[in-house]
């Protein structure tokens, strides 16, 4: 790398007139300066949270960094927590000021996705999630239409969430949820506001967990609770014209398309605003009796595992009978 053109907070940045995307005109100094805008938006959602990031280095593919490299300043403060699928330590980052901030943007960290959970209470998720992820094709009016219905869904039961672009294609719905909630109240919860959302408009809403099972209808993901994580409010995604994951009135829905909010366009919208703040409630209690009910509903990721292994011992089986 070459020696800092810019120093900002502390932080030397470095090869600001680099491409970012292929294909496009955006260069690193673009990326730089759009999170330096909206630092103090973004950074009251990343705070104190486990942070994985996508990063896009010169010439190679993106990557998931979850665990920090060894050239990590030492002022970048961290947790370390037990990954059992890889069976060691991850020291994930908590990015929790802007010269932290400053240093993924000089690193090609495009997109920020902070845990649902903090590392100082890591037992505890701070919001249920329901993630709409629509079919193939310019689908997002079909993903509004679904948002109304987890809306619906929330006020039948007592509770409000806010919602926002994911950056890509679909919606995320947040609803914070009381300090005392576990991890798996709130993952039950989760799975009844799917069904309840998919009873509602099952033209349109699908729980179904495998894809060729969904019939062109938006997917209500139940399964974002206890470690998952869930891109940050504001940040950039890794696609043509970087988008950014951007707060949308309810009512603005059928209004918008995820394609109106970019690094370019959303710093001039916010002006001095933090609309995800403005829009998001109260803490607020879990009915007891939704959580009851999301228990009796399967964990979709178990369910499909055993669905995978039924349909492939169906596929081997003689076809004439013998």
Request: charged letters at 25%; glycine letters at 8%; proline letters at 9%.
């Amino acid at each position: 790398m070459g020696g800092a053109e810019e120093t900002r907070d502390g932080v030397d940045l470095t090869n600001l007139g680099q491409p970012l995307l292929a294909g496009s005109d955006l260069t690193k100094r673009d990326l730089v300066d759009y999170l330096d805008a909206v630092h103090e938006r973004i950074l009251p959602g990343l705070r104190d949270r486990p942070l994985s990031v996508v990063r896009l280095l010169r010439g190679q593919e993106p990557f998931m960094q979850k665990n920090l490299p060894k050239y990590t300043p030492d002022w970048v403060r961290r947790t370390a927590i037990w990954a059992e699928t890889s069976h060691r330590q991850v020291s994930y980052a908590l990015c929790d000021d802007r010269r932290t901030l400053l240093w993924f943007a000089n690193q090609r960290a495009i997109e920020y996705h902070p845990a649902l959970v903090t590392a100082t209470r890591p037992e505890q998720p701070t919001h249920l999630v329901l993630d709409l992820d629509p079919p193939e094709g310019d689908a997002f009016p079909t993903v509004a239409r679904v948002a109304g219905a987890v809306r619906r869904a929330l006020a039948d039961v007592g509770l409000a969430g806010a919602v926002k672009t994911s950056g890509a294609k679909g919606l995320h719905v947040f609803v914070p949820v009381h300090p005392d909630s576990t991890a798996e109240e709130v993952a039950a919860a989760t799975r009844a506001l799917a069904v309840h959302t998919e009873r509602l408009d099952p033209q349109a809403a699908t729980t179904a967990f495998i894809r060729e099972d969904r019939g062109g209808r938006v997917f209500v993901d139940p399964t974002r609770a206890g470690g998952a994580t869930v891109v940050a409010a504001y940040s950039p995604r890794m696609r043509p014209g970087l988008p950014v994951s951007f707060p949308v009135a309810w009512d603005d829905l059928d209004r918008v398309t995820p394609g109106d909010f970019t690094v370019r366009t959303v710093p001039a919208m916010l002006g001095d605003r933090d609309p995800w703040a403005g829009a998001m409630p109260p803490p607020q209690r879990l009915p007891a009796d939704l959580v009851a009910e999301g228990r009796t509903i399967p964990v979709p990721r178990v369910q499909a595992m055993h669905e995978g292994k039924r349909r492939a011992r169906a596929r081997r089986l003689p076809q004439d009978g013998r």
